[in-house]
């Protein structure tokens, strides 16, 4: 059988400028958004890691300091209030987001009248100015006037929580807030997950004589897996990462009640110019965030049997 040979096109060759014309259109698409990338990302993170070895303060040339910022990191109570805080914060935000989002989820996805407006009411939140989110609640919250205190009077509680104004309610309420705010947007990605379950399980399981709870457990709950875990993951990552909401809310107090790893590192750099000391918690952080994600992705892919 006779082989044949084929020649690479080519210098100048049509075919040889159709491929570059191609490749150029490509790179056309993707230069934009790798630029940003690049820009506002890449850029940041690589000085952020070179400047956890330094000292400086902005106005002074940069001074190599090796690991002194990590030995002092761990020397600096500031750091160990706000790695518990966040911890804190991340333990109750995670499942209860989760769990709220769930079920809304589940709630609003079937032929209802005026579905869609709950739908839309219920995601509403996630797209409000988080100032206006985190004024509105900290005026429902004021323990002399609030409403929520009001009600607890009204039902007999004598001595109700300071909320925001107290060191032992103030990180609950930023979760309450938190969780209300972001169940919306999960809800979405849940109800996405939903619409992808074919009915017939439903239908054979009710056939089988299967109720709400075991229809719950035994399909849905198995078939949302990879949408559960995309919850999760983005969810972690968000919560280990929170900053806005506690400084508009709190700023980290009463005290240093709600002080979190992301408020300490812009407290650090922007606010006492230390911006080696800054970087160095933030690269503390990103790999605690890196470290829980992977323990989640390694967990899944056990769970899915890969």
């Not at 078939?223 to 969810?235: D, I, K, N, W």
Request: with cysteine.
């Amino acid at each position: 059988m006779a082989h044949v040979i084929t020649r690479p096109a080519p210098e100048g060759s049509p075919r040889r400028r159709r491929a570059w014309r191609g490749v150029l259109v490509g790179w056309s698409f993707i230069l934009p958004n790798f630029l940003g990338f690049a820009l506002f990302t890449l850029v940041p993170m690589v000085a952020a890691l070179a400047l956890a070895f330094l000292k400086w303060d902005s106005y002074n040339t940069p001074e190599w300091v090796g690991l002194d910022n990590f030995r002092r990191l761990l020397r600096d109570e500031n750091f160990f209030v706000a790695l518990r805080n966040t911890l804190y914060y991340a333990a109750g935000h995670i499942p209860l987001t989760l769990a709220a989002a769930l079920g809304l989820a589940i709630a609003l996805d079937r032929k209802l009248r005026g579905v869609h407006f709950f739908r839309t009411a219920a995601f509403f939140p996630y797209i409000t100015s988080l100032v206006a989110v985190a004024v509105v609640w900290n005026m429902l919250f004021n323990p002399t006037a609030g409403p929520v205190n009001q009600v607890l009077h009204a039902l007999g509680v004598d001595d109700p929580p300071r909320w925001v104004a107290g060191t032992d309610w103030a990180m609950p309420a930023v979760i309450v807030t938190s969780v209300w705010r972001d169940m919306g947007y999960y809800m979405v990605l849940f109800l996405a997950g939903l619409q992808t379950i074919p009915k017939e399980y439903y239908e054979a399981a009710r056939v089988d004589g299967a109720n709400s709870w075991h229809r719950f457990r035994r399909i849905t709950l198995p078939c949302l897996r990879p949408t559960t875990f995309f919850v999760l993951v983005m969810l972690t990552i968000q919560s280990f990462k929170v900053l806005d909401l506690i400084v508009v809310m709190t700023d980290g107090g009463p005290g240093r009640s709600t002080l979190v790893l992301a408020q300490l590192v812009y407290r650090e750099g922007i606010t006492e110019g230390r911006f080696g000391y800054s970087s160095a918690i933030a690269l503390v952080l990103f790999v605690i965030v890196l470290t829980v994600t992977v323990v989640q992705f390694r967990l899944n892919e056990r769970r899915s049997g890969r």
